[in-house]
C-alpha cells in the first residue's frame, strides 16, 4: 500500500458543521511562511502579539493569557490539571457532550464532581446550579460550557461566573464555540479560566487552544499543594515559556507550533480588523436568517431563540429523511459539509455552523438552497420556493446596503 | 499596542539549531491547501496513510501508530501516562536534559524513577542499566533517550530495548530527534512505546508527536487498573478515533489538527520517495563532513566518534569566545540559526544540527564558512580556509558525482 500513497489534494469544502469552519486563505497562507525556531528573536515578537491579540478577544486583561499547543480538548485540560487537587469539590454543568467530558476531566483530577444536569437543547438552569453551591460548601470550582455545540444552546455565562464568584468557587468557561462570534467577557464577568479553539469562530485551522487565567486564578495555581499531574500542560512551566519577558527571561519548555501560530496570529489579526463587536452581530445577523429561512421551508430548529446560538443551529430531522444519506448529498452535490447529532441527540438533528468565515449571508442563501433540493430529492414535503427570500429579507431587507457590512473582513 | 501590529512577515532563515528544521517549500504548501472537516471522508484516508507512513519511518508493523496532536514532549507523556500507574517503578536513564524530562514524567504518574545517570556527552552506560534492572525486580519500564539533543550522543537502543525484555519490562524510547536522521528499528529492537517530533529528521513544522506501542505495551494499556491521568493523551479513546475502520467506526475524540497533518503526510511521502535508509546514509556523510570541517578549522566536537548523532554535532565553545554574540553574529550575517548548550553545558557549546532538509552539501559549507568568519571577525584563532576543503573532500572526493546522490530528495 505504501507505495500508492500520492500528494493528498482535499476537496474544495464549504464547511459548516460544528467545527472546523471555513479558513481564510489569508490564514492559509500564514501557515506556508517559512518556519522560524521557536526561540528567533522575531517569534518572539510573535507570541508577544498572539498574547496582546488573544486577551482582545477574550476582553481580558489577564497577564497569563495564550495558546495552548494542542487542541480545545487539552486547552480544558490544562484548566482542570491546574486549577483542582486531589479531593476538590467541583460543581459540573451538563447540558450536552462537553459537560460530560468536564466530569471526567474532574475525576481524573482526584476530585468530586457535583453535577448539574440540564436536558439537552435546554439552558443551564441557574437555581439549581446556586441549590448545588448552596449544598456544596467549599467548592472549589464552578465548570460549564458556555456555548454547547453538541445542542446550539448558549448558558447565561456572566449570571454563573458571578455565582461562582459569591461562592467562593473559580469559574471555569468552556468558550470553545462562544469565542469569537458570541460576547466572551472575561473581565467584566470576573471568570477564572476560559478556554477556547481555533477552528470555530476564529476561522484557523484546528489544534490550538487560546486559554486566558484570572489573576485569583493564578494565584491557586501557584499555592497548589500537589504537582500538576500533567509535565505538559503544567501552566507553572508554561507561562515561564510565554512570559512576557519583562521578568524573568523566557525559558524552554516546548517547541511551539511555529506555523500553526503564524495562522493564528493573521486569524487574530482579521478579528481585529473586523472589530469582534461586529464580529459578534454578523453572526447574530446571518444565524437569524439562517433559521427564518429554515421555519420558512418547513423546517424546526431545536432551540428556542432566546437561548439558540449564532454560530450554530441544531435543525430538527423531519420524519422520513435518511440522514446519513443527507449529510452525503449535501457533500457530494454541493461540497457542503453539516454535521450530524452527538450523543442523545444522534439521528435527530442536523447541526449547521455559521462560524468565522463561514458565517456569511452566501454561506446562508448555499445552505438553504442546498438542503431545500437535498430534501426534495429525498422526497420530503418541505415548502419550497421561500426559504430564501426569507432569510434575504432580514440579511438584505429595508436598509438596501446589499448586506455589505455583514460580509467578512 | 494592539492596533500597531501587522502581518507578521517571518525572516527567511537557515535552520541549523536543535530544530526546528528547514521545512522543504512543498510541506509548507501542503499546510495552506483548503481545511476540511477532520470527518471528511478524504481525511479520514489520510489518516489512514499517515499511519501507514508513519509505520515505515518507525520500521514497524505496530498496529498502534499514530501523531499525536502535540508537540513531541505530550509523546513522552503519551507513553508514560498510558503504560505507568501508581506504584510502578521505571529504570530512567538520564545522560542529558531529556532523560530529567521523564523522571518528572513518572513521578506525575505516582511511580518511582530509578535514575541510571551518565555524564553529558557520554552514552548510556549499559552496565548500569544492566545493575538497576537486576537491583529492581519487577520494573515496569525502562525508559531512555535514544539520541540526546542536549549532548548530541547516540545511545545503543538495541542493547537497552533487549535489556528490558530480558527483566520483563517495557521499553519507552525517546526518539525524537534520531526519527528519520537515525535507524529506528522498532520491531528488530523489540522497542515497546517510541515518540518523536516532527520538527526534526522528518522536515515538518513543529506540533506533532508521532507514536507507536508494541502489541506488549498495547495490552498493558487495555489493562490498566487505574483510569489514564490525561483525558487528552488517553489511547484507549485516542485509538478509536485513529481506527483503521476495520473493527469499529471511528469514534470522535479531538478534532485533528487537520493542517498540521496536510504538512506531516507530505514530509513523509518525501522521506518515503527518498527512501529511509538514503536518508540515514545522507545524515551520517553531512555529519561527517561537518565534523570534519570543524576539526580542520582547530574546533573540537564534544562526542567522540563512536557515539556521536548524525544529526547534531555539539561543538566546544573556544576560550574567549562571547557565545551569545557569536550566535547573534550567525544569525544576523548569514540568517543561520544554531543552537546553544543547556542544562550544564549552557555556554560551553553550540548545537549545530543537520536535520531532515537541513542536511545537505550546501548546509554544511555554508555553515562552516559563516563559523570561520564569525569567529575570525570576533578575534579569535583558527586555522583559516582547511575547513571547506575538508568537508568537500568527504562530501564530494573520490567518486565525482558532485554529491548528487546525498541531496534531498
Given at each position: 500500500?505504501?507505495?500508492?500513497?500520492?500528494?493528498?489534494?482535499?476537496?474544495?469544502?464549504?464547511?459548516?458543521?460544528?467545527?472546523?469552519?471555513?479558513?481564510?486563505?489569508?490564514?492559509?497562507?500564514?501557515?506556508?511562511?517559512?518556519?522560524?525556531?521557536?526561540?528567533?528573536?522575531?517569534?518572539?515578537?510573535?507570541?508577544?502579539?498572539?498574547?496582546?491579540?488573544?486577551?482582545?478577544?477574550?476582553?481580558?486583561?489577564?497577564?497569563?493569557?495564550?495558546?495552548?499547543?494542542?487542541?480545545?480538548?487539552?486547552?480544558?485540560?490544562?484548566?482542570?490539571?491546574?486549577?483542582?487537587?486531589?479531593?476538590?469539590t467541583?460543581?459540573?454543568?451538563?447540558?450536552?457532550?462537553?459537560?460530560?467530558?468536564?466530569k471526567?476531566?474532574?475525576e481524573?483530577?482526584?476530585?468530586?464532581?457535583?453535577?448539574?444536569?440540564?436536558?439537552?437543547?435546554?439552558?443551564?438552569?441557574?437555581?439549581?446550579?446556586?441549590?448545588?453551591?448552596?449544598?456544596?460548601?467549599?467548592?472549589?470550582?464552578?465548570?460549564?460550557?458556555?456555548?454547547?455545540?453538541?445542542?446550539?444552546?448558549?448558558?447565561?455565562?456572566?449570571?454563573?461566573?458571578?455565582?461562582?464568584?459569591?461562592?467562593?468557587?473559580?469559574?471555569?468557561?468552556d468558550?470553545?464555540t462562544?469565542?469569537?462570534?458570541?460576547?466572551?467577557?472575561?473581565?467584566?464577568?470576573?471568570?477564572?479560566?476560559?478556554?477556547?479553539?481555533?477552528?470555530?469562530?476564529?476561522?484557523?485551522?484546528?489544534?490550538?487552544?487560546?486559554?486566558?487565567?484570572?489573576?485569583?486564578?493564578?494565584?491557586?495555581?501557584?499555592?497548589?499543594?500537589?504537582?500538576?499531574?500533567?509535565?505538559?500542560?503544567?501552566l507553572?512551566?508554561?507561562?515561564?515559556?510565554?512570559?512576557?519577558?519583562?521578568?524573568?527571561?523566557?525559558?524552554?519548555h516546548?517547541?511551539?507550533?511555529?506555523?500553526?501560530?503564524?495562522?493564528?496570529?493573521?486569524?487574530?489579526?482579521?478579528?481585529?480588523?473586523?472589530?469582534?463587536?461586529?464580529?459578534?452581530?454578523?453572526?447574530?445577523?446571518?444565524?437569524d436568517?439562517?433559521?427564518?429561512?429554515?421555519r420558512?421551508?418547513?423546517?424546526?430548529?431545536?432551540?428556542?431563540?432566546?437561548?439558540?446560538?449564532?454560530?450554530?443551529?441544531?435543525?430538527?430531522?423531519?420524519?422520513?429523511?435518511?440522514?446519513?444519506?443527507?449529510?452525503?448529498?449535501?457533500?457530494?452535490?454541493?461540497?457542503?459539509?453539516?454535521?450530524?447529532?452527538?450523543?442523545?441527540?444522534?439521528?435527530?438533528?442536523?447541526?449547521?455552523?455559521?462560524?468565522g468565515?463561514?458565517?456569511?449571508p452566501a454561506?446562508?442563501?448555499?445552505?438553504?438552497s442546498?438542503?431545500?433540493?437535498?430534501?426534495?430529492?429525498?422526497?420530503?414535503?418541505?415548502?419550497?420556493?421561500?426559504?430564501?427570500?426569507?432569510?434575504?429579507?432580514?440579511?438584505?431587507?429595508?436598509?438596501?446596503?446589499?448586506?455589505?457590512?455583514?460580509?467578512?473582513?
Amino acid at each position: 500500500m505504501i507505495n500508492e500513497i500520492t500528494q493528498f489534494t482535499p476537496p474544495n469544502r464549504i464547511l459548516m458543521g460544528p467545527g472546523p469552519s471555513d479558513v481564510h486563505p489569508r490564514v492559509l497562507q500564514a501557515m506556508a511562511r517559512p518556519t522560524v525556531g521557536h526561540l528567533d528573536p522575531s517569534f518572539v515578537g510573535l507570541m508577544d502579539e498572539i498574547k496582546e491579540l488573544l486577551r482582545y478577544v477574550f476582553q481580558t486583561e489577564n497577564q497569563l493569557t495564550l495558546p495552548v499547543s494542542a487542541p480545545g480538548s487539552a486547552g480544558m485540560e490544562t484548566c482542570f490539571v491546574n486549577l483542582i487537587e486531589p479531593g476538590d469539590t467541583v460543581v459540573v454543568c451538563q447540558n450536552g457532550v462537553f459537560g460530560g467530558r468536564m466530569k471526567e476531566n474532574v475525576e481524573r483530577c482526584g476530585g468530586t464532581a457535583v453535577m448539574v444536569e440540564d436536558e439537552w437543547g435546554h439552558a443551564i438552569d441557574l437555581n439549581k446550579v446556586e441549590d448545588a453551591l448552596k449544598a456544596n460548601p467549599g467548592t472549589k470550582a464552578l465548570a460549564f460550557v458556555h456555548a454547547e455545540t453538541s445542542t446550539g444552546v448558549l448558558s447565561d455565562a456572566r449570571t454563573l461566573c458571578e455565582m461562582a464568584q459569591k461562592h467562593g468557587a473559580l469559574s471555569i468557561v468552556d468558550a470553545v464555540t462562544s469565542l469569537g462570534g458570541s460576547p466572551v467577557m472575561v473581565d467584566e464577568w470576573g471568570a477564572d479560566a476560559v478556554y477556547s479553539g481555533t477552528q470555530k469562530c476564529l476561522s484557523c485551522a484546528p489544534g490550538i487552544s487560546p486559554v486566558t487565567f484570572s489573576s485569583r486564578a493564578t494565584d491557586v495555581i501557584q499555592a497548589r499543594k500537589t504537582p500538576v499531574q500533567s509535565w505538559f500542560l503544567d501552566l507553572s512551566l508554561v507561562m515561564n515559556y510565554w512570559t512576557d519577558g519583562a521578568g524573568a527571561p523566557r525559558s524552554y519548555h516546548h517547541t511551539a507550533p511555529v506555523n500553526a501560530l503564524y495562522g493564528l496570529h493573521e486569524s487574530l489579526l482579521m478579528i481585529r480588523e473586523e472589530g469582534i463587536e461586529n464580529s459578534w452581530t454578523r453572526h447574530r445577523r446571518n444565524s437569524d436568517a439562517l433559521r427564518a429561512g429554515f421555519r420558512a421551508m418547513g423546517l424546526d430548529p431545536l432551540v428556542s431563540e432566546d437561548i439558540h446560538l449564532p454560530q450554530l443551529t441544531t435543525l430538527k430531522v423531519p420524519e422520513g429523511v435518511d440522514k446519513p444519506k443527507s449529510r452525503k448529498i449535501l457533500l457530494d452535490n454541493y461540497d457542503l459539509e453539516v454535521g450530524g447529532g452527538l450523543g442523545g441527540l444522534a439521528g435527530k438533528v442536523w447541526r449547521i455552523g455559521l462560524m468565522g468565515q463561514s458565517s456569511t449571508p452566501a454561506h446562508v442563501i448555499l445552505c438553504l438552497s442546498a438542503m431545500e433540493g437535498t430534501l426534495k430529492e429525498m422526497g420530503i414535503d418541505i415548502v419550497e420556493g421561500a426559504a430564501v427570500p426569507a432569510a434575504q429579507a432580514i440579511l438584505f431587507g429595508g436598509d438596501g446596503s446589499g448586506g455589505s457590512s455583514q460580509k467578512a473582513a
